[in-house]
């Protein structure tokens, strides 16, 4: 059951999306739609440069994929804003992997634990809204440190981990994807990747859940 999901962004360049697939290396693929920032700097979201080309080689190939845009929104205003350019990216595409919330700025630190994790579940909530699998992506330090992970307001998203270790983390709440390493190497990419372990079939969830694009009207 467990699968093997690699997630990329500009930072990997023009990928070799067919020595990818024919690497066999990967399950499916989480692609960054929504950038921002430098770390600490005010939220100023941007389409990822390599998005379109990552996703259409996806569809091309029939590589399972989802998405994640990184959020950096310290109010509620700045997330609404966020979210609003993270939907339209996602408008007209559909995806066989979840739509997660990525939190985990320095930015974000100061407005406290409660009113971070508020901000995350309004995001988390949005995104489920529209129909997809909304999922929450964050560190485990960032996590446990600054949102309240496994209480009431979060409980209901599934969570992608990131903890570059050995051994599978047991952070006293439960997760459904684990991000294990950042220097993971995959014919076709010619830097280092993120490569995480999901224990989840996702494919087959949002599949019979219907989960695969946005709703109409929502």
Known sequence: MEKTIMDVSRHQGVIDWTKVKASGKISGVMIRAMGNSAAGKPSAPYTDPQFARNYAECKRLGI???VYGYFKAATRAEADRELAYFRKLLTGRTFELPVAVDIEDKA???IGKSALTDLT???LSTVQSWGVYAM?????WFGSTFLYMGGAALKPYDVWLAAYRS???SPGWPFGMWQYT???SVPGVS???DMSHAYKDYASIIQKKGLTRLREGA
């Open 64 to 66: 399972p994929c989802g």
């Open 191 to 193: 830097t280092n990747v």
């Open 108 to 110: 974000q630190q100061a």
């Open 167 to 169: 051994t599978k983390p």
């Open 136 to 140: 929450l992506y964050t560190g485990l």
């Open 121 to 123: 579940a309004h995001c």
């Open 182 to 184: 950042s220097t993971a």
